[in-house]
């Protein structure tokens, strides 16, 4: 029996919620606000603590804050939310939290998470607190489960000072992931500098990196910092690591060692606090059995690594993400209110394959607001390049009937559809099913239940 910690100021929920850990064996004491909470775990210890994020007074994330710093030892503490975001999930991780979920919880997912905090070795470190920015990042938006857990390596990731590696294919957003380890970690009033290693010819890419004395070779008529030092105190992005030259993967690794570097032309070493965030879509570790990049390098990268999963692989993430920059394209040509997404057009965006990823889905966005005379974007928009979106053999024509239908009922439709394909597919196994669709198992429930396909 484990004595455990309701936070939540709904008081139908925090009760079900202690019904479920009593039928689990432990022992739930409940508090309806922040400060409750406070006061409680200030004279009681608790061995794991659920904690709601949306609380009037204190909110969540203040209530882990507080915790952390007036804790020697802060217990596993799960965060709970109806409003699962990149930003909040991130914050939640980076300040210590053990799991983040998305309600409604079922009983199972209560229990899965609680044996697993309590049978941790320790619970993680907590970060020093940093303030959060606004959650914008472009890439990382989106409800599916695989981005879910790329928030929480994020938020993970941005507790620590190591490197990250960063992998994904071209377009996914390894940069958006970048930016958010700095702007979440203790770095984020330090300066974010990003280099592209592949568009920079490699006779050149050292001056750019480590910088360069006057007279170091034809043309260097002025001393240059280089990125290293101009990212001095905060993050630097080495964009497409995998194609960098072997000599100057030998100074990287040196920097990453000793912290210093030697600008060319130069023999004073300077020293420099940088954490570095190396991002490729090529697979490094074959291309250390195949001899083109360090493995010594590889292994000092290899630290904490992020991977970003590629869109077609988040069927759920498409259509908000294409509605997001819809939105973002209407504000920025000041173009009135943002174009609208029929069903056809929808089902075209969930068919299509993404080689770019999330950046060509952004570039038809775009395209899409500033041409399409009408309100609503149909499928027969999507082509204005000519090249119409590809389709899956034996995909299936949109019902006629849908076309009638307005966008709600007909995404409706179509979602029902795809969740009775998986649960087809996958023989009934729900979590099966969830992780086909790239979505929660709580959100395929829910959906299950609201469409009648239990």
């Not at 290693?197 to 008529?221: D, N, Q, W, Y």
Request: a neutral charge; proline letters at 5%.
């Amino acid at each position: 029996m484990a004595r455990l910690l309701i936070v939540d100021d709904d008081d139908a929920f925090r009760e079900t919620l202690a019904e479920t850990l009593q039928g689990l064996g432990h022992e739930p004491v409940q508090a309806s606000s922040g400060a409750d909470a406070l006061a409680l775990a200030a004279h009681t210890r608790f061995a794991a603590v659920f904690l709601d994020h949306r609380m009037p007074g204190m909110d969540g994330l203040e209530v882990l804050a507080a915790l952390r710093a007036r804790l020697a030892s802060l217990p596993p503490v799960i965060v709970l939310t109806a409003y699962a975001s990149s930003g909040n999930t991130i914050e939640a991780m980076r300040l210590g939290a053990f799991d983040h979920l998305a309600k409604p919880i079922k009983r199972q997912d209560v229990a899965d998470v609680l044996a697993r905090a309590l049978h941790s070795a320790a619970p993680r470190e907590a970060a020093q607190a940093a303030g959060a920015a606004p959650d914008d990042d472009d890439a990382l938006v989106g409800p599916s489960e695989a981005m879910r857990e790329v928030h929480k390596r994020i938020g993970m990731a941005a507790a620590s000072a190591a490197p990250v590696l960063v992998l994904g294919e071209t377009g996914s957003g390894k940069e958006m992931v970048a930016r958010a380890l700095h702007r979440h970690s203790a770095r984020v009033h330090g300066p974010f500098v990003a280099i592209n290693c592949a568009a920079i010819p490699k006779e050149l890419l050292e001056s750019e990196l480590f910088g360069h004395v006057r007279g170091a070779f034809t043309g260097a008529t002025a001393d240059r910092p280089g990125c290293f030092r101009a990212a001095d105190g905060g993050v630097l992005l080495l964009d497409e690591i995998g194609d960098m030259a072997p000599g100057v993967q030998a100074k990287i690794l040196r920097v990453l060692q000793e912290g210093e570097v030697t600008p060319l032309g130069g023999h004073r070493t300077q020293k420099v606090d940088v954490r570095v965030v190396a991002a490729t879509h090529r697979d490094l570790a074959q291309a250390v059995r195949e001899g083109s990049f360090r493995e010594d390098l590889f292994y000092r990268l290899d630290v904490l690594t992020v991977r970003l999963p590629a869109l077609r692989e988040r069927l759920a993430d498409i259509i908000p993400l294409a509605e997001h920059f819809l939105r973002r394209a209407a504000a920025r040509q000041q173009d009135g209110a943002p174009k609208a997404l029929s069903a056809g057009a929808a089902q075209a965006l969930l068919r299509h394959r993404w080689p770019g990823n999330v950046r060509e889905l952004r570039n038809l966005m775009e395209r899409c607001q500033a041409l399409v005379r009408h309100r609503v974007v149909d499928a027969a928009d999507l082509a204005l390049d000519g090249a119409a979106p590809a389709a899956e053999p034996g995909d299936a024509a949109l019902p006629a009937d849908w076309l009638q239908a307005s966008l709600p009922e007909a995404v409706e439709r179509l979602e029902r559809q795809l969740i009775a394909h998986a649960l087809t597919r996958s023989q009934g196994n729900r979590a099966e099913a969830a992780r086909a669709l790239g979505i929660h198992r709580q959100l395929l429930y829910r959906k299950m239940a609201q469409y009648g396909l239990d």
